[in-house]
């Protein structure tokens, strides 16, 4: 069995909505993708459990970079025309939720006429999800120069960094250095 490849990304483990958009990030000023191909597709699909369920093909990677750019334009508010939301709805045609009867009781399950939508239609839902759970906890990281996007599950819900060792602390950093150079 092969090694699996290492998630290179910075910020991992959010819900599966911002993991997606997650597939980019900063290094040293330059963007970074991970979906550049299928290899990355199945670092991805393995970072969040997917990987048995659906291949790494260049047909799951259209679609999951489609779902990328419509639910970027969703969560930053890019397009206050309504094409936002038309973005995350036609990737949302290609499943939909059948009620099931389990030995637990109810439940429900995704279909996809198309499997290769599967991995882009599971973020688009999983997006909806945190717009009813608390869509003010969303959030792109403080940090001018980060891209990063997170779900605030801090007590307060005043969080505003992907990270307070990363991001945090080099915000930290700046203001110190800027107080102790005009003193």
């Not at 090694?3 to 991992?12: G, I, K, Q, V």
């Not at 045609?93 to 599971?122: N, Q």
Request: aromatic share 6%.
């Amino acid at each position: 069995m092969p090694t699996p490849t290492p998630d290179p990304r910075p910020l991992t483990g959010e819900p599966l909505a911002l993991d997606l958009l997650n597939t980019r990030w900063m290094r040293e000023g330059s963007l970074q993708d991970l979906l550049t191909g299928t290899d990355g597709l199945a670092v991805w699909l393995a970072a969040n459990g997917l990987e048995g369920r659906f291949t790494a093909d260049p047909a799951t990677l259209r679609h999951l970079l489609r779902a990328r750019d419509a639910l970027k334009a969703a969560v930053d508010g890019a397009i206050a025309d309504g094409a936002a939301t038309e973005g995350v709805d036609a990737v949302l045609e290609h499943g939909r939720i059948r009620p099931t009867l389990t030995a637990e009781g109810p439940g429900e399950r995704a279909e996809f006429a198309d499997g290769a939508w599967g991995p882009a239609w599971l973020a688009a839902r999983n997006y909806l999800e945190l717009l009813a759970a608390a869509p003010d906890r969303i959030r792109r990281c403080a940090h001018e120069a980060c891209v990063l996007h997170f779900f605030d599950t801090s007590r307060n819900g005043t969080r505003r960094w992907c990270s307070m060792a990363g991001c945090g602390n080099r915000a930290k950093a700046s203001r110190h250095y800027a107080r102790t150079k005009d003193a």
